[in-house]
Nanobody, 123 residues
Framework: QLVESGGASVQAGGSLRLSCVAA????????IGWFRQIPDKEREGVAG????????YYADSVKGRFTISHDSAENTLYLHMNSLKPEDSSMYYC???????????????????WGQGTQVTVS
């Protein structure tokens, strides 16, 4: 089970940190993806992380602005979002897939465990 938090309303140029907590299993064993979706649009991959392998991937739309970190003790993955833009407004989800499905990165259909989402609004 994955639980996201940290979504909020912020002004353009601001920052947020989203959290994804894993319950019942060690988050580092999986490939974790951050996705976002607005109504009537397809879910978009934002960033991916395989913790135990140290591999990361960022979509071009967020490269240089978003970064991923993790806290093994808290079994939590973070998405640090800086220089936020109005077009970053979306519902953000974290999702897990077995590590052998990490690549190609952020294929929505390969992720089988999803959180409930957290809303980010940038104005």
């Amino acid at each position: 089970q994955l639980v996201e938090s940290g979504g909020a309303s912020v002004q353009a140029g601001g920052s947020l940190r989203l959290s994804c907590v894993a319950a019942g299993d060690t988050i580092g064993r999986y490939c974790i993806g951050w996705f976002r979706q607005i109504p009537d649009k397809e879910r978009e991959g934002v960033a991916g992380f395989y913790i135990d392998g140290g591999d990361t991937y960022y979509a071009d739309s967020v490269k240089g602005r978003f970064t991923i970190s993790h806290d093994s003790a808290e079994n939590t993955l973070y998405l640090h979002m800086n220089s936020l833009k109005p077009e970053d407004s979306s519902m953000y989800y974290c999702a897990a897939t077995p590590r052998w499905r990490c690549t190609p990165w952020l294929i929505v259909s390969l992720y089988n465990t999803w959180g409930q989402g957290t809303q980010v609004t940038v104005s």
